[in-house]
């Protein structure tokens, strides 16, 4: 399988993305105030979504099978 010139281009400004503005998300998330949200909230708030976030950065990077 080989990669075209477009497919490095975009996994490269797609990466530069993701490093960039990937930290930035996560301190937004865990510095936001939830002084008035219940408990379940903030653990889906600020546990959850940054999972969820890592497993879909990794799904997206990890090479699709050969099919």
């Known amino acids: 399988m080989s990669l075209s010139l477009h497919d490095v ?3 490269a400004v797609s990466f ?3 490093a960039i503005l990937g930290p ?3 301190g937004t998330i ?3 105030s939830t002084t008035n949200w219940t408990a379940s909230t903030v653990t ?3 546990v959850l979504l ?3 976030w890592v497993i879909g950065v990794a799904i997206a990077y990890v090479p699709k099978g050969r099919g």
Request: hydrophobic content about 80%.
């Open 30 to 32: 865990a510095n936001s």
């Open 9 to 11: 281009i975009i996994m």
């Open 50 to 52: 940054p999972i969820m």
């Open 16 to 18: 530069l993305l993701v």
């Open 44 to 46: 889906m708030f600020q």
């Open 24 to 26: 930035i998300a996560i």
